[in-house]
């Protein structure tokens, strides 16, 4: 499944901001539904963690909406 995230802290405006890349598609439960997205936005939210907080570890996922 591809996700949309960042690997550091930094500004909006750098190249490398925001990332594409490959996770495992979460295991789906009873009451879950599995949906294609085909369009995506970036949360003012989203833009503010990104510049100030680093991910623990690894790629980060962002998506307040």
Same mark, same amino acid.
């Given at each position: *499944?591809k +996700?949309i995230?960042?690997? #550091? +802290?930094?500004?909006?405006t750098?190249? @490398?901001? $925001? ?8 295991? $789906?439960?009873? #009451? @879950? $539904? $599995? ?8 949360n003012?939210? @989203?833009? =503010?963690?990104?510049? =100030? *907080? +680093?991910?623990e =570890? ?6 307040? @909406?």
């Amino acid at each position: *499944m591809k +996700a949309i995230g960042y690997n #550091q +802290a930094g500004p909006i405006t750098a190249p @490398d901001a $925001l990332i594409e890349f490959e996770t495992e598609t979460p295991e $789906l439960g009873s #009451q @879950d $539904l $599995l949906v294609e997205v085909r369009g995506i936005s970036v949360n003012p939210v @989203d833009v =503010k963690v990104r510049a =100030k *907080m +680093a991910p623990e =570890k690894g790629t980060k996922v962002i998506g307040y @909406d």
